[in-house]
C-alpha cells in the first residue's frame, strides 16, 4: 500500500512537469510552424493593408523599437539613481529607505492596466495639460496619447525590474573596494562611480534588457496612453515621427488583428506571424541579456 | 618621546552603538618606527588602528571620547579633512584587496582621486616608483596593464602596498597585513616592512607573536579592550611589567 502511494505520487510529479513542458512545447512549436510560413522580408518591412489582411507589421515593429528606447531612456538612469541611493547612501533602517523599498515592491507588483489609467491621468491630463496650457496657449499638443507619455508610463512599470537588478550588483561588489577606496583618499561619490559602478555594468545591462524584454511585451500600459489601432507609412518612415504622436505596437496588433478583424479567417496566418515576431524579439532580448552578463563577469575576472 | 612623536592617542574610549570597545586607551606612537599591535581576537586592537585613519565611520552608530592626535592635530575637530587624513594615514587590509582593474591602474587610482597629477608621464614615474618601493616592479614590469587580480596572494598585499605608498603618506596602518600568506611571502612582507620604517611611521596589527617580535621596535599589548602595556618590543617579550602581558606572550591564554 505504502508501495502504491509513494509510486502514485512520483507519477503525479512527473506528469505535471511533463506537462509544463509540453506546454511550452505546444505553444511555440504550434505558432513556429503556424507562424514561420507567413514570414518573409515584406512582412517584416511594409505596412498592413486591404483590412488587415495582408501587407506585414514594419509600424507595429517600428513602433515596438521606439517605445522601447525611449523607456530605456528613462527608466535605466532614473533605476541606476535610486539603486545607488538605496545602496550606497541610505541607512537601512532610516524611513525613507524603508519607504522607498516598500515602493519598489509594491509598483512591481501593481497590475498593467493601472499603470495605463495612471499614465493617462498623470501624464497626459496632468502633465501635458499643463504644458498645453504653459506653452501652446492651449491648443492640445502634448495633452493627448502619444510615444513619449506611454514611454514614460512604460518606464515607471519597469523601474522596480531596473532598481532590484542595479542595486542587487552593487550590493554584490565586496565591500573590501569600497574600504580600499576610502582608505586612499577617495570621496563616496568616487568611490562609486570609480570602483562599484564599474563593476556594476553588468547588473546594469541585465536590468535594462530585463526591462526592455517586459515593455516589448506589454500593452496594457499603452492602451490609453499612446498606442494607435493603424497607422501608414508616411514618407519613408511609419509614425512615430515627434514625441507627441501615437504610435503602433506588436503586442496591440496582435490583439487588433484577433479581435478587430473584419475577416478572421483571412488574417489568421498574419496574426501567427506577428506572434511570431513578438515571440522573436522577447526571446532574443532575454538571450542578449544572458550572453552579456556571462561576457561581463568572464571579463571582470581575468 | 619628545620631537618624535608622530600619533599621540590620549583617554580614549569607543563605542559600537551601546557595546564599549575600547576603555580609557592612551598611546604613544614615534615617528618612523614600528609599532606592533598584538592581543588575543576582539581585544580591541584593529578598533584602534581603525582610529587613527577614520575608518570606522563607515559604520553607523560609532562614538568617541577623548582625543587622537597626529602631528599633534586633533584628527576628529571640526577643521580635519577627513579625505586628506585618510590620504596621509595610509591602510593595509588584512585579505589584500586590489581593485579588480590593472596594476597600472590599482597604483595610479589614488593619484586621480587625490587629484595629486593628472599627467600621465608623472603618473607612469610614480607607479613605478612605488612599484619599486613597495618591492614588486622586478616581478611586474613587463605586465602593469595585466589584471591585478591575476597576481599571487603575496604579491596582491604588496601591490596594496604599493597603492598606499601612491598617495605619498607619512603614516602606515596595517591590519594584519601577512595573516593570509604563505611564509615566503610572509618574508617578504616583513622585509618590506622593514624598509619601509625608514620613510613612514608604521603601526600594525598582528596575531603572531614572532612577528611582532621580528618587525616592531614598539610592541602594545592589549586585552579585553583596555592597553595593558606598551614598551620597546625587546623588553615587552623578555621582561613585561604586567602579569597578563606574560601570560599571553607565553601562551598561557589567547
Known amino acids: 500500500m505504502k508501495r502504491t502511494i509513494d509510486r502514485g505520487v512520483v ?4 506528469f505535471s512537469t511533463v506537462l509544463i513542458v509540453a506546454m511550452l512545447a505546444i505553444i511555440l512549436g504550434d505558432i513556429a510552424i503556424k507562424g514561420w510560413g507567413r514570414l518573409s522580408w515584406e512582412f517584416l518591412t511594409a505596412a498592413s493593408s486591404n483590412g488587415m489582411t495582408e501587407g506585414g507589421i514594419f509600424p507595429a515593429i517600428y513602433g515596438t523599437v521606439v517605445l522601447v528606447l525611449l523607456m530605456s531612456v528613462a527608466a535605466v538612469p532614473f533605476g541606476v539613481l535610486v539603486a545607488i541611493y538605496l545602496s550606497e547612501y541610505a541607512l537601512k533602517d532610516s524611513y525613507l529607505y524603508r519607504a522607498t523599498r516598500i515602493a519598489v515592491s509594491n509598483l512591481a507588483g501593481v497590475p498593467s492596466i493601472v499603470f495605463g489609467l495612471f499614465g493617462l491621468g498623470f501624464f497626459i491630463q496632468t502633465v501635458g495639460g499643463a504644458m498645453d496650457r504653459a506653452l501652446y496657449g492651449g491648443n492640445t499638443v502634448f495633452g493627448q496619447p502619444s ?5 514614460m508610463t512604460m518606464a515607471v512599470l519597469t523601474l522596480p525590474v531596473v532598481i532590484v537588478t542595479v542595486e542587487e550588483t552593487l550590493r554584490s561588489v565586496p565591500q573590501d573596494y569600497r574600504a580600499a577606496s576610502f582608505a586612499l583618499g577617495g570621496t563616496r561619490l568616487q568611490t562609486i562611480f570609480r570602483v562599484v559602478l564599474p563593476q556594476s555594468w553588468s547588473g546594469v545591462m541585465t536590468g535594462t534588457i530585463l526591462a526592455v524584454s517586459r515593455g516589448a511585451g506589454e500593452v496594457a ?3 490609453f ?3 494607435a489601432y493603424f497607422l501608414p507609412f508616411r514618407g519613408a ?4 515621427s515627434a514625441p507627441n504622436e501615437q504610435f503602433m505596437q506588436l503586442g496591440y496588433h496582435v490583439y487588433v488583428l484577433a479581435t478587430q478583424s473584419p475577416d478572421v479567417e483571412a488574417t489568421m496566418p498574419l496574426l501567427y506571424s506577428t506572434v511570431f515576431v513578438l515571440l522573436a524579439l522577447t526571446f532574443l532580448l532575454n538571450i542578449s541579456a544572458i550572453l552579456i552578463r556571462k561576457r ?3 571579463w571582470a575576472t581575468t | 618621546m619628545g620631537d618624535n612623536l608622530k600619533i599621540d592617542v590620549r583617554n580614549v574610549n569607543f563605542f559600537y552603538g551601546a557595546v ?12 618612523r618606527q614600528v609599532t606592533a599591535l598584538i592581543g588575543p581576537s576582539g581585544c580591541g586592537k584593529s578598533t584602534f588602528l581603525r582610529l587613527l585613519n577614520r575608518m570606522n565611520e563607515l559604520i553607523p552608530g560609532i562614538r568617541l571620547e577623548g582625543r587622537v592626535e597626529i602631528d599633534g592635530k586633533d584628527i576628529y575637530s571640526d577643521q580635519t579633512d577627513v579625505i586628506e587624513l585618510r590620504r596621509r594615514v595610509g591602510m593595509i587590509f588584512q585579505k589584500s584587496n586590489p581593485f579588480p582593474m590593472s596594476i597600472y591602474d590599482n597604483v595610479a587610482y589614488g593619484v586621480r582621486v587625490n587629484g595629486l597629477s593628472g599627467n600621465r608621464h608623472e603618473i607612469d614615474r610614480i607607479v613605478e616608483a612605488t612599484l619599486r618601493s613597495a618591492a614588486l616592479w622586478d616581478e611586474v614590469k613587463d605586465r602593469v596593464n595585466r589584471p591585478a587580480l591575476s597576481l599571487s596572494g603575496g604579491q596582491q598585499q604588496r601591490l596594496c602596498i604599493a597603492r598606499a605608498l601612491a598617495v605619498e603618506p607619512d603614516v ?4 594584519e597585513p601577512a595573516s593570509a600568506l604563505d611564509p615566503i611571502s610572509t618574508a617578504k612582507i616583513e622585509e618590506l616592512i622593514y624598509q619601509l620604517k625608514n620613510r613612514y611611521t608604521i603601526v600594525i596589527v598582528t596575531h603572531n607573536m614572532q612577528q611582532a617580535a621580528r618587525v616592531s621596535d614598539e610592541t602594545a599589548f592589549f586585552l579585553s579592550g583596555r592597553l595593558v602595556e606598551c614598551s620597546k618590543t625587546k623588553q615587552l617579550f623578555t621582561k613585561p611589567d604586567q602579569r597578563e602581558t606574560e601570560d599571553y606572550i607565553t601562551g598561557r591564554f589567547g
Open chain 1, 11 to 14: 507519477a503525479l510529479c512527473l
Open chain 1, 221 to 223: 500600459p499603452i492602451l
Open chain 2, 172 to 175: 602606515l596602518l596595517m591590519d
Open chain 1, 147 to 151: 510615444i513619449l507619455w506611454a514611454s
Open chain 1, 237 to 240: 518612415l511609419p509614425p512615430p
Open chain 2, 20 to 31: 564599549q570597545a575600547l576603555y580609557d586607551v592612551s598611546l604613544r606612537v614615534p615617528q
Open chain 1, 296 to 298: 561581463m563577469r568572464a
Open chain 1, 225 to 227: 496612453t499612446g498606442v
